[in-house]
C-alpha cells in the first residue's frame, strides 16, 4: 500500500509540492507551462502563490506575479488574501525586509502606490489583519520607510 505524501493529502498541485523543494528552475518551467492552471487551489482553499508566501518564498511570489492571469485577490478559506497572508508572514519573521518588495507590489496590485497614496498606511494594514499589533505596525513603518510621527 502507498503512502500518501502530505503535500497530495493536502491537494497541492505539483506547482506547489515545486516550491517546497527550492528548485526556481523547475519553478520557472511549470509557469511556462500551457497546462498550468496557475489558480487553482489546494482542500485549504490556497493557491500557489498563498502557499508560496506562506511557506517563506517571497522571491517565487515576486516571480509569480509578473504571470499574465495570476489572481491576487482570491481569499483562502481563511479568508485571507495575498496581501494579508504577506502581512501575516512578515509579523513572525525575524526579518522582514524579504518582503518588503511584495508587500509594495501587492500593494500596487490593489491601487495603492506607497510614493503617492495619502492614505495612513497603518490603517491600509490594520483593515487586512484581524489582529494588528501596534508593534508589528511601527516596525513595518520603519522598514518601508514611512516617517512615523506621534
Known amino acids: 500500500m502507498l503512502m500518501q505524501t502530505t503535500e497530495e493529502q493536502e491537494g497541492d498541485t505539483p506547482l506547489m509540492e515545486a516550491t517546497s523543494h527550492r528548485d526556481m528552475d523547475t519553478i520557472k518551467l511549470f ?5 498550468l492552471i496557475l489558480n487553482q ?15 517563506g518564498r517571497p522571491d517565487i ?12 485577490d482570491r481569499q ?13 508572514k512578515m509579523a513572525e519573521a525575524a526579518n522582514m525586509s524579504p518582503y ?12 495603492i502606490d506607497m510614493e503617492d497614496s ?25 522598514e518601508i520607510g514611512f516617517d512615523i510621527r506621534y
Open 118 to 142: 495619502q492614505r495612513d498606511y497603518a490603517t491600509i494594514v490594520s483593515e487586512r489583519l484581524e489582529d494588528a499589533q501596534p508593534d508589528f505596525l511601527l516596525k513595518l513603518m520603519r
Open 76 to 88: 483562502d478559506f481563511k479568508g485571507h488574501t495575498l496581501l494579508m497572508v504577506c502581512l501575516l
Open 41 to 55: 487551489r489546494n482542500y485549504w482553499g490556497e493557491t500557489a502563490l498563498q502557499k508560496i508566501i506562506s511557506k
Open 61 to 72: 511570489a515576486e516571480l509569480m506575479l509578473t504571470w499574465n492571469g495570476i489572481e491576487t
Open 100 to 111: 518588503i518588495l511584495l508587500f509594495n507590489k501587492l500593494l500596487m496590485r490593489e491601487g
Open 31 to 35: 509557469l511556462q507551462s500551457p497546462r
